[in-house]
């Protein structure tokens, strides 16, 4: 292993090392094909061989279920906030559609949505700052509605459903739709309370470009007649995802992603147990330090915290181009607050290893004792 920085870009973010070794290692042929997977014909033997490993893979990680059908497409998370109203928002000839706004992503989910659908937003956390995730037994959720949307993990403010809602438990049958972007494959998803989730790849996953889409079998076949083609769930499922050229290098390199979690240990664990277990250590390192300090802080109430998305603010704002530079000189990168909300965030994603935790945190001391 080489002695890189540590990257804390939000995304398209940082990939583990093995992976982008043996991606430069077989960039110009593939296992003996003469081949770049780049110029590979998505219909050949041999990336079929890497679509359906890669796939396989993904479904054993996190526990797919038989009735759910995986779905390599494009677009990002902002292509599935239009893709999905207009594949499900007629499931029942209603048009309704509920979405929970906990944060940007999902103000962002409800705004596109109404381009199809009748949106009513369920519950809001935007008076008090998205500084917490709105009670499921506050939501007001309509009874017809063809499903309810929310942003499991808020990139930009931080925020994370630590325990997905259960809709029936609160009196609703409709489908859970999350969008899981920024924190898909660090943790476990109870499958039992969602209808379909969508993500970006370019968070844990792998170069920007490739969206997984896991959606409910029962849940393909109602898009709208505008649907385009290439975005109708049942005809992308149909044709194993391969009804337009799919991102094949993205999915190959999510491909090796998964085997690197599959063998991935720590903490006496494996697999997806074990990166769970790495990203709920760092998360706690790095909320303890900004919790004990006088010049930093983290706005988001401690119940719904993020593992994967840190926001936090100095004091003094002045300070903060001080901040980046000597972060920057220390070799820790990317932390910048998105442009909408200011301030720092470190994004601490599968690749980030305890190490490069461990760093920023021992920034923030000296950077206090030096400025505090």
Known sequence: MTSRPFNFSAGPAAL?????TQVAQEMLDWHGSGMSV????????EFISIAEAAEADLRDLLQVPANFRILFMQGGGLGENA???MNLSQRQGSGKVDVVVSGSWSKKSAQEARRYADVHIAATNASEGQRHIPAAAEWQLRPDAAYVHICSNETIDGLEFHELPDLKALGSDAPLVIDCSSHQLSRSIDWSRVGL?????????GPAGLTLVYVREDLLGHALPICPSAFDYKTVAEAQSMYNTPPTFGIYVAGLVFKWL??????GKT???AIEQRNIDKAQLLYAALDGSNLFENRVAASCRSRMNVPFYLHDERLNDAFLAGARERGLLQLKGHKSVGGMRASIYNAMPLEGVQALTAYLRDFEAQHG
Do not use: D, T
């Open 197 to 205: 989730a969508f993500g970006g790849a370019q968070k844990n996953i």
């Open 16 to 20: 583990p090392e093995e992976v982008l």
């Open 271 to 273: 697999g997806l147990a």
């Open 83 to 85: 893709i999905v109203p």
């Open 262 to 267: 599959k063998g991935f240990g720590y903490a």
């Open 38 to 45: 780049m110029e590979m014909s998505h219909r050949g033997r």
